[in-house]
């Protein structure tokens, strides 16, 4: 059975960083491209960030290019995004998930909550 468990939100002030951590078991993590995505409120879930399997290919939207940076573990089955330079608008629930290009592959977890305050 897939678990994807994210850790690591919170309540930051704008320009402010954090690092949220998703842990994932029931799957072949090491062959799994892994991605976040993220829920504001009233909006649909959108993508944020992919990294390949094997760590070395990373996919950013346009939004957090350059302030967020997503890596992994293979080790821990874990894969982390680094978020830098907060802005209120990155407010939302953030969520892991195994991907296919930029589309998640599996079940949801229940998230992280991240706000970002101005």
């Known amino acids: 059975q897939v678990q994807l468990v994210e850790t690591g939100g919170g309540l930051v002030q704008a320009g402010g960083s954090l690092r949220l951590s998703c842990a994932a078991t029931g799957l072949t993590f090491t062959e799994s491209a892994m991605g976040w995505f993220r829920q504001a409120p009233g909006k649909e879930r959108e993508f944020v960030a992919t990294?390949?399997?094997?760590?070395?290919?990373?996919d950013y939207a346009d939004s957090v290019k350059g302030r967020f940076s997503i890596s992994r573990d293979n080790a821990k089955n874990t894969v982390y995004l680094q978020m830098n330079s907060l802005k209120p608008e990155d407010t939302a629930v953030y969520y892991c998930n195994a991907v296919i290009g930029r589309r998640p592959n599996l079940p949801w977890g229940q998230g992280t909550q991240v706000t970002v305050s101005s």
């Open positions: 990294i390949r399997w094997s760590g070395d290919r990373t």
